[in-house]
């Protein structure tokens, strides 16, 4: 999967896209590519479900509708909401298999079209906002102001107790068996680490003796921001909330093995950062974290 802790493979043009005839050029070049979103977020691909699949531009450039992505390889590559024609699947399935520029277009592709759908007026004075930079911002005539896309940053944490061992929650909305780590929106007026703290007593009644970062991941279902953290508990007594979290437990390193290995226990798919951090985890990478 895409680690996303290295510099970025997508040129966001920052610099070029307040150009609005650059742009409009841009989508007759030889070289563009349009990724089309579907209503239903899902991303236009080929029928094998593992490649994304790029059109061409096609009619007059629109900046209300051609979202500049970016560009890839020196390719521009344009997001478009419209029904797919042919195969779509979710970013969920198709991350594990695209590569890092594919992972970037496709992520930022899909969390600028969830934004303009929801943000086409100001948030400050209600007036309606227009596309400008190419799709990196809105702006409001009535304030003279930019908007910028929303993120929502969502803190999740590998609770491990003295032994090592990991704590994994199951969410009230999920079937019997499906356990991930435990995480939460960070509140208005909240640092990340508060917001790691308060979650964990909320949803399992567990104090934490020690909180560090470890790795950021978008993650556009709509629009969040998920943010890893390895926390260690002041004791292993759960008391689980009943609401968001149904049941919680504590597993060793071969009993979590075991546990996935004969289908008692499913953990979240490979686009997750929840997956890698428990792939971390496993594998010891996340050995002696406070050190
Ligand atoms: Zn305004």
Same mark, same amino acid.
């Not at 909330?241 to 149904?246: P, Q, R, T």
């Given at each position: 999967m895409h680690s996303w802790i290295s510099p970025g493979h997508l040129d966001r043009v920052e610099g070029l896209r307040n150009d609005p005839d650059w742009i409009a050029g841009l989508w007759t070049d030889p070289g563009a590519t349009v990724l089309t979103v579907a209503p239903t977020g899902d991303l236009a691909c080929l029928p094998n479900r593992t490649s994304l699949r790029f059109s061409s531009p096609s009619g007059a450039y629109d900046p209300e509708l051609h979202l500049l992505v970016g560009l890839a390889a020196q390719r521009p590559c344009f997001a478009v909401l419209a029904e797919a024609v042919g195969q779509a699947a979710s970013l969920r399935d198709l991350a594990p298999h695209l590569d890092g520029t594919d992972t970037e277009l496709a992520t930022a592709a899909l969390a600028l079209v969830n934004w303009h759908r929801v943000a @086409?007026?100001? %948030? *400050?004075? %209600?007036s309606p906002t227009v596309v400008t930079a190419g799709g990196y911002t809105r702006h409001c005539a009535r304030c003279g102001r930019d908007r910028f896309p929303r993120t929502d940053p969502a803190v999740i944490v590998a609770v491990l107790d003295d032994d090592e061992r990991l704590l994994l929650g199951r969410h009230a *909305?999920? @079937?019997? %068996?499906r356990l991930s780590l435990l995480a939460g929106f960070v509140s208005a007026g909240e640092s990340l680490e508060q917001a790691v703290h308060r979650e964990i007593g909320e949803e399992v009644g567990v104090a934490l003796t020690q909180v560090r970062y470890l790795a950021s991941q978008p993650w556009p279902f709509p629009r969040s921001l998920m943010l890893g953290f390895v926390a260690r508990a002041a004791s292993t007594l759960i008391r689980v909330? %009943? /609401?968001? /979290?149904?049941a919680a437990q504590w597993f060793s390193r071969p009993e979590l093995a075991d546990a996935v290995a004969s289908g008692e226990v499913s953990l979240p798919g490979p686009a997750s950062i929840a997956h890698r951090i428990i792939a971390d985890w496993q594998s010891g990478a996340l050995s002696d974290p406070f050190a």
């Open positions: @086409p007026r100001c %948030g *400050a004075c %209600g *909305a999920w @079937p019997t %068996g909330d %009943g /609401i968001e /979290i149904v």
